[in-house]
């Protein structure tokens, strides 16, 4: 079978504008919670998130640019040039018909969207629409900038399972390497979703933590007194390249993908299955396709998006999946970044990734009152990073919808 690597990664987070800051500020435990500054928020039950922090369109992009491209395209474009940096790709080396891109988001252009539509509804009723509005607000249309900015005419496409989308589109991208239908895939995901309108329906859905005085300690995954999640916003980006062409060209290669499951747990519209049972079959797909059993797993970065029911169900699952298994590393990065929806499994997959390679596992922070039924079952360290030595990383992302997606990565060993 044709292996699949990652010889490129870039990082836009609210912890980190670039992937040396990310990944230093996730071992150090720093949260990326604050007030938010985006929009007025004396009317609504949460008034904070993870907001980029120092983010300037204009240092990026110029003034027509901007007009174009929605924030979470920006977002998307910011993540891959680093990426292609980090990975030394000159494209016009290469055969662009066999290099693609599988880019996900979960909301697409919803900034766009509210934007135009207020205007529209606080005017005389004339129509007054952006020329770009369409394009903007089209969920898929980061993956085609993209395509258009490198000129890659490989395969190209969003897929979208709400907060399981990166994920999906990473699994995507192995596959159609695998299968030899491309050598190199630009994948990843990318989320700009802090507005009214994310902010006031995910506080009409209760699935948002009401922690106003206490921003940066409010998401606790797996504490008895999690109250949800906190909103996050940013993109990962992933080069994956088979490894044959990889090696040709004297990449430096950071892990490598060995399997991924996507499953559904065909239960209810928002929330996860009570004993986790598409997470089990998420699970031991990505693990019967990566040759491993559960033993051999050292570390898993769970969804725990610090939901009463979500972080439960998911831990029910683990211990279905993996029994009782102290050496086992489980942690929670949404404690320090915030749920990035659609973009979410992209930067936790590249926690997965640094890892491995470093030898370090990032904590949880927060949790200072573990689920009891859970506190003995797995090591959960808190606080602050703990080196050890890994092979194998899961990475899991549930979306609204029943939506499961798993990735295992593997420490790259030539």
Same mark, same amino acid.
């Given at each position: 079978m044709?292996?699949?690597?990652?010889?490129?990664?870039? @990082?836009?987070?609210?912890? $980190?504008?670039?992937?040396?800051?990310?990944?230093?500020?996730?071992?150090?435990?720093?949260?990326?919670?604050?007030?938010?500054?985006?929009?007025?928020?004396?009317k609504?039950?949460?008034?904070?998130?993870?907001?980029?922090?120092?983010?300037?369109?204009?240092? &990026?992009?110029?003034?027509?640019?901007?007009?174009?491209?929605?924030?979470?395209?920006?977002?998307?474009?910011?993540?891959?040039?680093?990426?292609?940096? &980090?990975?030394?790709?000159?494209?016009?080396?290469?055969?662009?018909?066999?290099?693609?891109?599988?880019?996900?988001?979960?909301?697409? %252009?919803?900034?766009?969207?509210?934007?135009?539509?207020?205007? #529209?509804?606080?005017?005389? $009723?004339?129509?007054?629409?952006?020329?770009?509005?369409?394009?903007?607000?089209?969920?898929?249309?980061?993956?085609?900038?993209?395509?258009?900015?490198?000129?890659?005419? %490989?395969?190209?496409?969003?897929?979208?399972?709400?907060?399981?989308?990166?994920?999906?589109?990473?699994?995507? @991208? #192995?596959?159609?390497?695998?299968?030899d239908?491309?050598?190199?895939? =630009?994948?990843?995901?990318?989320?700009?979703?802090?507005?009214?309108?994310?902010? /006031?329906?995910?506080?009409?859905?209760?699935?948002?933590?009401?922690?106003?005085?206490?921003?940066?300690?409010?998401?606790?995954?797996?504490?008895?007194?999690?109250?949800?999640?906190?909103?996050?916003?940013?993109? /990962?980006?992933?080069?994956?390249?088979?490894?044959? &062409?990889a090696?040709?060209?004297?990449?430096?290669?950071? *892990?490598?993908?060995?399997? %991924?499951?996507? +499953?559904?747990? +065909?239960?209810?519209?928002?929330?996860?299955?009570?004993? /986790?049972?598409?997470?089990?079959? *998420?699970?031991?797909?990505?693990?019967r396709?990566?040759?491993?059993?559960?033993?051999?797993?050292?570390? =898993?970065?769970?969804?725990?998006?610090?939901?009463?029911?979500?972080?439960?169900?998911?831990? =029910?699952? @683990?211990?279905?999946?993996?029994?009782n298994?102290?050496?086992?590393?489980?942690?929670?990065?949404?404690?320090m970044?915030?749920?990035?929806? $659609?973009?979410? $499994?992209?930067?936790?997959?590249?926690?997965?990734?640094?890892?491995?390679?470093?030898?370090?596992?990032?904590?949880?922070?927060?949790?200072?009152?573990?689920?009891?039924?859970?506190?003995?079952?797995?090591d959960?360290?808190?606080?602050?990073?703990?080196?050890?030595?890994?092979?194998?990383?899961?990475?899991?992302?549930?979306?609204?919808?029943?939506?499961?997606?798993?990735?295992?990565?593997?420490?790259?060993?030539?």
């Amino acid at each position: 079978m044709r292996r699949v690597v990652i010889t490129g990664i870039g @990082a836009l987070t609210p912890i $980190g504008n670039n992937l040396t800051d990310y990944w230093t500020n996730l071992k150090n435990g720093v949260s990326g919670a604050a007030p938010i500054t985006k929009f007025d928020t004396s009317k609504f039950k949460t008034t904070f998130a993870c907001e980029l922090k120092n983010f300037d369109p204009k240092d &990026h992009f110029d003034v027509k640019e901007i007009r174009k491209y929605d924030s979470f395209s920006q977002y998307a474009l910011v993540a891959v040039a680093e990426a292609v940096e &980090h990975g030394k790709i000159d494209f016009d080396t290469l055969n662009k018909d066999r290099i693609g891109v599988i880019w996900g988001s979960g909301n697409g %252009g919803i900034q766009t969207f509210q934007d135009q539509m207020m205007e #529209f509804c606080s005017g005389d $009723g004339t129509p007054r629409f952006t020329p770009y509005f369409i394009p903007r607000i089209l969920v898929d249309i980061a993956s085609g900038i993209i395509s258009i900015k490198y000129g890659l005419r %490989g395969v190209n496409f969003c897929p979208v399972s709400a907060c399981a989308t990166s994920n999906t589109a990473l699994i995507e @991208a #192995f596959n159609y390497i695998k299968w030899d239908k491309a050598d190199m895939i =630009i994948s990843g995901g990318s989320e700009a979703a802090i507005n009214q309108s994310a902010i /006031g329906g995910f506080s009409s859905a209760k699935a948002l933590s009401t922690r106003n005085d206490s921003p940066e300690t409010a998401s606790r995954p797996f504490d008895i007194n999690r109250d949800g999640f906190v909103m996050g916003e940013g993109a /990962g980006a992933m080069i994956l390249e088979e490894y044959e &062409h990889a090696k040709r060209r004297g990449a430096i290669i950071y *892990g490598e993908i060995v399997g %991924g499951g996507m +499953a559904a747990d +065909a239960y209810h519209l928002t929330g996860t299955h009570p004993e /986790g049972d598409g997470a089990v079959l *998420g699970m031991v797909e990505a693990m019967r396709e990566a040759g491993i059993t559960a033993e051999q797993v050292d570390y =898993i970065n769970m969804h725990a998006t610090s939901t009463p029911q979500g972080d439960n169900s998911e831990l =029910i699952a @683990a211990k279905r999946v993996f029994g009782n298994h102290k050496s086992l590393s489980v942690s929670a990065t949404k404690s320090m970044t915030g749920h990035l929806l $659609g973009a979410a $499994g992209a930067i936790e997959g590249i926690a997965c990734v640094m890892a491995l390679k470093e030898g370090m596992v990032p904590p949880t922070i927060n949790t200072t009152d573990m689920e009891p039924d859970f506190n003995e079952l797995f090591d959960f360290p808190m606080g602050k990073a703990k080196a050890k030595e890994m092979t194998y990383a899961m990475s899991n992302t549930f979306g609204f919808g029943g939506h499961i997606a798993s990735v295992v990565f593997k420490k790259f060993e030539d």
